[in-house]
């Protein structure tokens, strides 16, 4: 029976990724690095900023790297100030209303970024539960925070479906046993599918998740 859907961010609700992509390659610039969006891709989308900076900027101490992440997340913030819901979202969200289905976001954002973004977006009480990474004993790719988002939400992963753009939070998601849907904002759909996503969309406007979502009420009326 479904019970609730689960949200990713970044990428998912609203496609940031081109925005984070020139704010870290503007700051990785200033360390010689200049970065193409394959590495973005690969080397950052998806994990927390730790997770990042430790990987490409082994050399900075631990003060150094949290001042580094604090930066780029200033400059993310500052050029995201219209971001949109990619299409489809709003009515996903009153048909999620509509069931009486339970909503959780669950992302690697920093708790800034989160916070922000939900204002602009108009979503700051869209959900019943938010579980940040960086709360958990890991970040996605770790199941830690699917876990925790079933755990605050009182259900178990069949009661559940995610929806995530990124490599490593589907098999975050799938991880913890949640069937995933893949949002093809910014990555091949292939390598979605290849993470775990049983299916593959580019936004909430695709026929193919309003026929799953409606057969599964359908199926929950005649099973009832």
């Known amino acids: 029976m479904l019970t609730a859907i689960l949200f990713d961010l970044d990428g998912t609700i609203a496609n940031t990724d081109p925005i984070h992509y020139q704010a870290w390659r503007k700051m990785l610039l200033d360390y010689s690095l200049d970065i193409d969006e394959k590495f973005y891709q690969t080397r950052i989308s998806g994990k927390t900023n730790a997770e990042i900076i430790k990987d490409i900027l082994p050399q ?8 580094f992440a604090e930066e780029k997340e200033a400059m993310f913030r500052e050029q995201a100030q219209n971001i949109q819901p990619l299409p489809g979202f709003t009515e996903l969200l009153a048909w999620t209303e509509a069931h009486q289905l339970k909503r959780a ?30 709360d958990c004993v890991a970040g996605k790719p770790n199941p830690a925070p699917y876990q925790a988002a079933l755990n605050k939400l ?5 009661n559940a479906i995610a929806l995530e753009d990124s490599p490593s939070g589907i098999r975050s ?11 093809a904002s910014t990555h091949n759909p292939d390598v979605l599918r290849e993470k775990g996503a049983f299916m593959v969309i580019p936004d909430f406007t695709d026929l193919q998740l309003w026929t799953l979502l409606n057969s599964q009420m359908e199926t929950e009326l005649v099973n009832s």
Do not use: C, H, Q
């Not at 708790?111 to 009480?125: C, D, R, S």
């Not at 998601?173 to 949002?183: E, P």
């Open 60 to 67: 900075l101490s631990l003060e150094a790297g949290i001042k």
């Open 105 to 134: 976001l669950v992302t690697n954002a920093p708790k800034l970024n989160a916070y922000f973004m939900l204002e602009v977006l108009g979503l700051k009480e869209a959900f019943d539960k938010v579980v940040f990474g960086e």
């Open 154 to 158: 009182g259900i178990t992963a069949e």
């Open 173 to 183: 998601a799938v991880s913890a046993g949640i069937r995933t849907i893949g949002i």
